[in-house]
């Protein structure tokens, strides 16, 4: 009812709107879909314990006003921090008690555990329409751009396979997905319209608490990027060539030392992202862990062992790259989960090398750079992209965490394709015209 009255308010001047509800509808159904299919596919997991500990949680309101302190804290797994809990209604499993991270989830979705009178599913359904918020707003920021592309967009944003189901349920994709679509959207308002500052910049602070709380890696590969896009929009405003030539270096330096002074910022709270010597450390030793068999399985790949330093990491570019934009591949399928993300992916390479052969590299690459936004985006998918696919080591890690950057990479690959076919249509008019 909600959803529609807002789609009925707003479509008239908003067209836009057309996918509001069939997105919010397709991002709840797939989110108990993804519930079920865990719970009876896997026999449970990640995503079955965040709603347990949230669940304890719910039943130590009830017990004790100790619910207020454990809630506001980062987890702990001591013994007198267990016995808080009553054993017949379980308590939050000790894993997830003892990294940060992980607790946020729990302390995340206590609140809606509460709406949702304990159940699973309907927590699924709101911690879904949350993330759709994130999403939606995602898409609008990349329709105001190119509004002539709705169609293609809505696909890669509100309904690409993977990230509605990874980016749906109960888990850590969800809230930063969401989190990353907040991101953009607020830094479009504040920087780019300058509409309602204020309020957007309280949800740009939520969306980047959000991502620090539990994936900081994400805020180092959107910060750098962000910085890029507001550079070129600025870049692209001064007309004359000779002033663009002489004011882009002190433009560079002064959005660097800016991204420098965020990032110094936001260091302590990242942990283990706070520098690049210990995000790169961090990279190596989880690269390791992922490829343990008795621990994660045999659906791995190794792009071999490296130093946890740039001269290092650098052989391995092009091997992370692909891994983190086309793999598993089809014949690394393991199961049905592989199967599926391997045609995703295999549909993701075909895209790529239609786009370069319908294109050329150098054109592909010239209305990429013509166009701030997508420079941000194509920029952000690499990186992402390097990122996980350096550190994943096993597909099912890897299918999760790539999906940040899906709907970035393929619009741009969406966007590139149709502006071509756009720039083709027209010197055919044109010629037909002369014709004439």
């Known amino acids: 009812m909600i959803a529609n009255r807002k789609k009925k308010k707003l479509i008239d001047t908003n ?9 919010l509808f397709a991002r709840i159904f797939v ?6 299919f865990y719970f009876y596919y896997y026999g449970g997991g990640d995503t079955n314990n965040y709603f347990i500990g949230g669940r304890a949680m719910y039943y130590l309101f009830h017990k004790s006003l100790d619910f207020f302190t454990f809630a506001m804290t980062n987890g702990d797994r001591g013994m007198t921090v267990v016995c808080m809990f ?6 939050p499993p000790f894993y997830m008690m003892d990294d940060p ?3 946020f989830v729990i302390r995340f979705i206590t609140p809606l555990v509460f709406l949702s009178m304990v159940s699973y599913l309907t927590t699924t359904a709101f911690i879904a329409w949350f993330a759709f918020g994130g999403i939606w707003r995602l898409f609008l920021v990349f329709n105001s751009y190119f509004p002539k592309y709705q169609k293609e967009l809505a696909f890669s944003i509100l309904f690409f396979p993977s990230v509605l189901f990874w980016g749906s349920g109960i888990m850590k994709d969800t809230i930063t997905m969401s989190a990353i679509g907040w991101y953009t959207y607020s830094v479009y308002m504040i920087f780019f319209k300058k509409e309602k500052i204020f309020k957007h910049i309280i949800s740009l602070a939520l969306a980047i608490f959000l991502i620090v709380s539990t994936k900081p890696f994400i805020i180092i590969a959107l910060m750098p990027g962000s910085m890029i896009w507001l550079l070129f929009n600025n870049i692209k405003k001064i007309k004359n060539k000779v002033l663009r030539i002489l004011l882009t270096p002190l433009l560079i330096a002064g959005f660097l030392s800016l991204g420098s ?21 961090k990279a190596a030793v989880t690269q390791q862990d992922l490829l343990r068999v008795e621990a994660y399985g045999t659906h791995s790949y190794d792009i071999g062992v490296f130093e946890p330093t740039l001269a290092g990491v650098a052989p391995k570019i092009p091997a992370a790259l692909m891994a983190g934009l086309f793999r598993p591949y089809l014949w690394d399928s393991g199961n049905f989960v592989m199967l599926i993300s ?4 295999a549909f993701l390479l075909f895209l790529v090398l239609y786009c370069f052969l319908r294109v050329g590299i150098f054109k592909f690459f010239g209305i990429i750079f013509s166009e701030p936004l997508l420079i941000f985006s194509f920029l952000f998918s690499l990186f992402f992209a390097f990122t996980v696919g350096l550190a994943s080591a096993n597909f099912g890690a890897l ?3 790539k999906i940040p950057l899906l709907p970035f990479f393929v ?9 071509v076919q756009e720039a083709y249509e027209i010197r055919k008019a044109e010629k037909e015209l002369n014709k004439q």
Do not use: C, H, W
């Open 261 to 281: 002074l965020l990032m110094s910022s936001l260091s302590e709270s990242m942990g283990d992202y706070g520098s690049l010597d210990s995000v790169l450390e």
């Open 342 to 345: 391997g045609l995703e992916n």
């Open 101 to 103: 991270q992980t607790f």
């Open 15 to 23: 067209p836009e709107y057309k996918y509001y509800t069939s997105g």
């Open 399 to 401: 299918v999760r965490y």
């Open 31 to 36: 989110g108990i879909f993804f519930s079920i």
């Open 411 to 419: 619009a741009t690959l969406y966007v590139t394709l149709k502006k």
């Open 86 to 91: 009553d054993y017949s209604k379980g308590s």
